[in-house]
């Protein structure tokens, strides 16, 4: 399963490594929650008809979710999230200012129970341990829902994300899949999940007597991307979301295209301590809400996100 930001996070007490994730400087819209519809004019007219006309019966109006009653006395939630993975959690360009899909989804359940959210930076390979340590009361960080975290915290499921392939514009060497790669080069960041998915998908290819993947690893992520910017590999992977970020930003328009569909989506969940009492079903009646108002979709498409992850429901 591959880990969401291609990082691996280990248990507790036990030895981390920190990879770095994706960044970007382009404008992004500002976070708003998603609109509610108005009310049209003819609704506005049938309320106000007369109480003895004869009325269809009106459909149940859809409760809110209700915040446990902890949140609701402290008037604010805050989310342990690693601002540094466009376009799920990054700084807008005041530097300051917290933005993306997960943000946006953070707001959306804020809104949904009466109070404020919060943003506490945390990083990603102490993310775990602040959490359980009560320095916030969810994370939301695009992370994976593994049995090893799953032992630590508990997880309301909110997407799927999997691996993405980044080609020049055309994909002129027809890459689709990690099979398509055999013979050819593709840039990828050290210590991520995504370089072991390449090296075990090169050696199965060498196994079947086909040629292999010529795999480079780079340091940093954002310099495995620049090397596909100057034709020195003939495609970048990462995570399916920053793959779709990298193709929407304005300066790359008409330079790439994602090739392929996301492999092997995984499950990305909101973690919350598992001795929080009521945490877990307020936190699912929201995204579950989220997904009837249409608010989760709303926020994917807004983030460039449509075909880089798959929606639950």
């Given at each position: 399963m591959f880990a969401t930001r291609t990082r691996a996070l280990a248990l507790a007490g036990s030895v981390v490594l920190l990879v770095s994730a994706c960044s970007g400087t382009a404008a992004t819209p500002a976070l708003t929650a998603a609109p509610t519809a108005a009310p049209t004019a003819a609704a506005t007219a049938a309320a106000s008809a007369s109480a003895s006309a004869a009325a269809p019966t009106a459909a149940p109006t859809r409760a809110a979710p209700a915040a446990p009653d902890r949140i609701k006395t402290a008037s604010k939630l805050v989310f342990c999230v690693d601002v540094s993975y466009a376009p799920e959690e990054f700084y807008a360009?005041?530097?300051?200012?917290?933005?993306?899909?997960?943000?946006?989804?953070?707001?959306?359940?804020?809104?949904?129970?009466?109070?404020?959210?919060?943003?506490?930076?945390?990083?990603?390979?102490?993310?775990?341990?602040?959490l359980n340590a009560k320095k916030c009361d969810l994370i939301i960080s695009g992370m994976n829902d593994t049995t090893d975290r799953a032992k630590q915290v508990d997880f309301v499921d909110y997407l799927k994300v999997g691996q993405g392939l980044l080609v020049p514009a055309g994909n002129?060497?027809?890459?689709?899949?990690?099979?398509?790669?055999?013979?050819?080069?593709?840039?990828?960041?050290?210590?991520?999940?995504?370089?072991?998915?390449?090296?075990?998908?090169?050696?199965?290819?060498?196994?079947?007597?086909?040629?292999?993947?010529?795999?480079?690893?780079?340091?940093?992520?954002?310099?495995?991307?620049?090397q596909l910017g100057l034709g020195r590999v003939d495609a970048y992977s990462t995570d399916s979301p920053v793959v779709a970020y990298y193709n929407s930003l304005p300066a790359n328009a008409g330079k790439f295209e994602v090739g392929g569909?996301?492999?092997?989506?995984?499950?990305?969940?909101?973690?919350?301590?598992?001795?929080?009492?009521?945490?877990?079903?307020?936190?699912?009646?929201?995204?579950?809400?989220?997904?009837?108002?249409?608010?989760?979709?709303?926020?994917?498409?807004?983030?460039?996100?449509?075909?880089?992850?798959?929606?639950?429901k």
């Open positions: 360009a005041d530097g300051t200012t917290a933005q993306g899909s997960d943000v946006d989804i953070a707001n959306q359940i804020a809104k949904y129970w009466g109070v404020t959210a919060e943003i506490d930076n945390t990083g990603f390979d102490s993310i775990i341990l602040a002129p060497k027809g890459i689709h899949t990690l099979e398509d790669l055999s013979g050819k080069s593709v840039a990828v960041q050290l210590g991520t999940t995504n370089l072991d998915a390449l090296n075990a998908a090169s050696e199965k290819l060498k196994n079947a007597g086909k040629a292999p993947i010529d795999v480079k690893g780079y340091q940093k992520d954002t310099d495995a991307f620049a569909t996301p492999i092997d989506p995984a499950l990305i969940g909101i973690a919350m301590r598992k001795d929080d009492a009521g945490m877990k079903a307020a936190v699912q009646a929201a995204i579950d809400a989220m997904y009837a108002d249409g608010s989760m979709k709303s926020i994917v498409d807004k983030w460039g996100m449509t075909n880089a992850v798959v929606l639950l």
